[in-house]
Each structure stands twice: as C-alpha cells, then as structure tokens.
C-alpha cells in the first residue's frame, strides 16, 4: 500500500491520487531479497507481482522512478522535466 512519496527527500503524505505520478512496475518472481517490494508479496513467492510507487506532483514534475528487485527503487532526475504530471507509467523490472 503506497503511504507517501517515493521520494525520500519529500516523504509527502499519500491520501488520495489527486496529483502526481501512479508508477506500476511487474516484478517476475520477487522472493528474498526483495528490496523495496513489501514483505507479504515476498514472503507469497507468487510468479509475478505489480509494486506500486507514487511521486508527488511537485516531485513527479522534477524526477522518475526505476526499479530493480536487487538495487530497489531509484529516484531519477528527469532529462527534460514536465510541466504537468502524468497520472500512471507502467514498466517491467528486471
């Protein structure tokens, strides 16, 4: 469950998705160590899983977010930033 930004300069608090960026990630077989992936999805060992992340609008604007089951989620500064947000982004992790 995403209880506040990704971003852990921020840490905003999560209420509602109202603004920023949903970020879905697919995750093949997360079994330990699963960095950054919630313990009941690792300790389920399923085939597959989706890990949500969430930037703020503030943050969303500014970075993007990478994820690895070994290094966990990255926080990225954007080459280009946006002027608004983009409500969902779907990757596959490695």
Not at 25 to 43: G, S, T, Y
Request: aromatic fraction near 10%; include cysteine; glycine fraction near 4%.
């Amino acid at each position: 469950m995403i209880s506040h930004c990704a971003n852990p300069e921020c840490k905003l608090p999560f209420h509602y998705l109202r603004g920023g960026r949903l970020y879905r990630f697919d995750v093949r077989r997360p079994v330990e160590p699963c960095k950054d992936v919630p313990n009941a999805i690792c300790d389920a060992k399923p085939s597959q899983a989706n890990i949500y992340f969430w930037l703020c609008d503030d943050c969303s604007l500014q970075y993007t977010l990478q994820f690895s089951t070994h290094h966990g989620i990255s926080v990225l500064p954007m080459q280009h930033p946006r002027r608004s947000a983009v409500v969902a982004h779907v990757a596959e992790a490695e």
